[in-house]
Nanobody
């Protein structure tokens, strides 16, 4: 069974870059039909799909974040990474990484479509 674990700083200053890592076990991030995805949930709001990097290495980002987001991977460590630049307090929330078997670009319910990490809280504050 695939397991995912998010890690990274829980506190980021405004205008800085948020960097998170998702470490995957129980499956390779290069295995066919894996779409390694980042999702977030701001306080009091619904889930927001941010983007994915596919098993092929290609990526797809949310149009609303495209100018600030980057998703990369380290196949040797079986990890994928999120970078979000120029953060503001609106970027605070719980960040999840997930593995979907298809290129999902919208999520409504925690845990749907595939495997999820437990989430990590990110606060944006000076």
């Amino acid at each position: 069974q695939v397991q995912l674990q998010e890690s990274g700083p829980g506190l980021v200053a405004p205008s800085q870059t948020l960097s998170l890592t998702c470490t995957v076990s129980g499956g390779s991030i290069t295995s066919s039909y894996g779409y390694w995805t980042w999702i977030r949930q701001p306080p009091g709001k619904g889930l927001e799909w941010m983007g994915y990097i596919a098993y092929t290495g290609s990526w797809h980002y949310s149009p609303s974040l495209r100018s600030r987001i980057s998703i990369s991977r380290d196949t040797a460590k079986n990890q994928f990474h999120l970078q979000l630049t120029s953060v503001t307090p609106e970027d605070a929330g719980v960040y999840y990484c997930a593995r979907f078997p298809k290129p999902v670009t919208s999520v409504q319910t925690l845990g749907e479509y595939g495997y999820w990490g437990q989430g990590t809280q990110v606060t944006v504050s000076s």
